[in-house]
């Protein structure tokens, strides 16, 4: 099993930055496609950004697409969300999560490719 944890939300006026961290338990870190979502209050959880297991390639919506950046450290067991030119539609919990199964050299967009959740953390972005 593995266990997630996001850190670095919280209330920041359009156009700041944030950057959000995830830590993750266990000793094969390396071996998981990690994936970031995001779910706004009456909305579908949506794909945010993902990267491959060696960190290799990275994806992003198109919503987010040149402002933000994922990267990984799989050293110390963590996933990264740098969050640049933010503005109030990025509002949302944003949540951590692991792709355990796949074993490729890519990554899936997809809610259910996910195997482990983390509980979420909150970005407010204020107009």
């Known amino acids: 099993q593995v266990q997630l944890v996001e850190s670095g939300g919280g209330l920041v006026q359009a156009g700041g930055s944030l950057r959000l961290s995830c830590a993750a338990s266990?000793?094969?870190?390396?071996?998981?496609?990690m994936g970031w979502f995001r779910q706004a209050p009456g909305k579908e959880r949506e794909f945010v950004a993902a990267i491959t297991r060696t960190g290799s390639v990275a994806g992003y919506a198109d919503s987010v697409k040149g402002r933000f950046t994922i990267s990984r450290d799989n050293a110390k067991n963590t996933v990264h969300l740098q969050m640049n030119s933010l503005k109030p539609e990025d509002t949302a919990v944003y949540f951590c999560?692991?792709?355990?199964?796949?074993?490729?050299?890519?990554?899936?967009?997809?809610?259910?490719?996910?195997?482990?959740w983390g509980q979420g953390t909150q970005v407010t972005v204020s107009s």
């Open positions: 999560a692991a792709d355990q199964k796949y074993s490729g050299n890519y990554y899936h967009r997809s809610i259910g490719e996910y195997d482990y």
């Open positions: 266990g000793r094969t870190f390396r071996n998981y496609v």
